[in-house]
């Protein structure tokens, strides 16, 4: 059964580091996403990428944070300058580019610890 | 007001018997509703979702939506331990793009 992947699973850096999560999506989907969770809260949205492009960003997503579709297969998220507050496990998701593109499926994640 | 409303639990149930987990929401202008399984340290699994009002079933789950009293159930029946996970509902509003709000998730454990 095909799924997302995701690398490193855990990832610890010092603040003010530059890091570059990793993300494999479904192979027939063109909808990207990343979410993270902050340890013992809520999912939160981060940003949604389409045709090369980002279709939606929340207000988390600032200047500190970019993503990337670098080849035909993978799907990075860049965080800039890391604050012990970017502490928290980023889930990357995919969705299919027809009617069921509202069923998101989740990678296992990347812990990301900044010390 | 919180857009999305879950009591995190814990709840603890004896294997076999029907779960029913809730949460209610604010947004009226939700029209997209998921149910996800989450172990712990994993990723969010998608499980089923339901669009509008109305039933849907899938096995041992039944997803359940009430959009005039913003309330949403997961109901298991016949609960096993390989059940017990932390379960997620979330929403998307599609006037605002595909993201999902998330609830905070409740704790379910099954003991045998």
């Known amino acids: 059964e095909p799924e997302v992947t995701q690398t490193p699973s855990h990832q610890v850096t010092q603040m003010g580091q530059e890091v570059i999560l990793r993300c494999v999506p479904i192979s027939n989907h063109l909808y990207f996403y990343w979410y993270r969770q902050i340890l013992g809260q809520k999912v939160e949205f981060l940003v949604s990428f389409y045709n090369n492009e980002i279709s939606e960003k929340s207000e988390i997503f600032d200047d500190q944070f970019s993503v990337e579709r670098p080849d035909g297969s993978n799907f990075t998220l860049k965080i800039r300058s890391t604050k012990l507050e970017d502490s928290a496990m980023y889930f990357c998701?995919?969705?299919?580019?027809?009617?069921?593109?509202?069923?998101?499926?989740f990678g296992p994640g990347t812990r990301l610890t900044v010390t | 007001q919180k857009e999305v409303e879950q009591d995190p639990g814990p709840l603890s149930v004896p294997e076999g018997a029907i779960v029913s987990l809730n949460c209610t929401y604010s947004n009226s202008a939700f029209q997209y509703f998921m149910w996800y399984r989450q172990y712990s340290r994993k990723g969010p699994e998608l499980l089923m979702y339901t669009y509008s009002s109305g039933n849907k079933e899938d096995g041992r789950f039944t997803a359940q939506v009430d959009k005039s009293s913003k309330y949403i159930s997961l109901f298991i029946r016949d609960s096993q331990p390989s059940d017990s996970a932390t379960y997620l509902c979330a929403m998307i509003n599609t006037g605002g793009g595909n993201k999902l709000t998330f609830g905070t998730g409740t704790q379910l454990k099954v003991e045998l």
């Open positions: 998701a995919s969705s299919e580019p027809s009617g069921s593109s509202y069923e998101q499926y």
